[in-house]
């Protein structure tokens, strides 16, 4: 893993700090106290410079809101209150911590904003590249290696990986930044420029999460941090800082306990 000059990391990937075999993961949703564990887990900060840079990599993400009391249109009775959750297409344009979405007004999740829902965005980081060591279940498996095995879905350690919710409100932007935006968007997503604003089909605009909580989940947590970060750290992260660290399996060769990744 490559690390910022200016920042004292140790490591900032979610699970991978020890030689094999690695002991088994002893707190795997909270950190434990700091005598506890034979890591140095991550400040808050560092964890931040990595979820900067999950956002800024990560082009998809699901947003969750909440439907209003009130029945519309086609829309079952009963539902009011009852949370959602959507995959949405995300941009990372402002830079700013703040991501950036393209509204398609007769979207479900914004007309449950415009009816007064609270909303967040969750994303988790996908590894290009499988590790070449594996998580093992026993020792045998870490020695011997491990078969390759069709049914493997998922061909890494999911909850061992770096992943988020970030909190905040709905703000439009300026349509004087339409253009700017139009060809961010487009870069990450190019068959959005269909529903760019103005197009003939749907109705939309950019708008952009305002965040004012992060809830963080680093990866194990006996090696990760996890918890809220600071809301003033997320936004202070800086794109030389976000674009110095590397997340786990960015590169090919990498093992889910390494420190180089």
């Given amino acids: 893993m490559r690390f910022l000059h200016s920042l004292p990391f140790v490591s900032l990937a979610a699970g ?30 560092e964890s931040a410079v990595l ?51 393209l509204a398609i007004k007769i979207e479900t999740t914004f007309k449950n904003v415009q009816g007064g829902s609270n909303i967040s965005l969750a994303q988790h980081w996908t590894p290009p590249y499988p ?18 095995d069709s049914k493997d879905r998922v061909p890494y350690s999911a909850v061992n990986l770096p992943r988020y919710s970030l909190l905040g409100y709905i703000e439009k932007i300026d349509p004087a930044s339409t253009a700017a935006m139009s060809s961010c968007f487009v870069d990450t997503h ?16 950019f708008v952009r999460l305002v965040v004012t909580q992060i809830y963080w989940i680093g990866g194990f947590g006996d090696r990760a941090y996890i918890g809220w970060i600071p809301v003033e750290e997320w936004k202070n992260v800086t794109r030389k800082e976000w674009e110095s660290v590397r997340l786990p399996g960015e590169k090919k060769g990498w093992d889910e306990w390494s420190i180089d990744l």
């Avoid at 700090?17 to 887990?41: G, K």
């Avoid at 590790?131 to 390759?148: E, Q, Y």
């Avoid at 190019?190 to 605009?205: F, M, Q, R, T, V």
């Fill in 190 to 205: 190019p068959d959005a420029k269909y529903w760019l604003p103005g197009n003939k089909i749907h109705e939309s605009e």
């Fill in 16 to 45: 991978s700090f020890a030689a094999e075999p690695a002991s088994e993961p002893q707190y795997i949703f909270s950190n434990p106290p700091a005598a506890a564990t034979e890591y140095r887990i991550p400040t808050s900060y």
């Fill in 131 to 148: 590790p070449d060591k594996r998580i093992k279940s026993t020792f045998f498996d870490w020695l011997f290696g491990r078969k390759d």
């Fill in 51 to 101: 979820g900067r840079r999950i956002l800024a990599l990560t082009p998809l993400g699901t947003l969750a809101t909440v439907f209003p009391d009130s029945s519309r249109g086609r829309q079952p009775d009963g539902l009011g209150g009852m949370p959602l959750g959507l995959l949405e297409y995300v941009a990372d344009c402002e830079q700013d911590g703040n991501p950036t979405f």
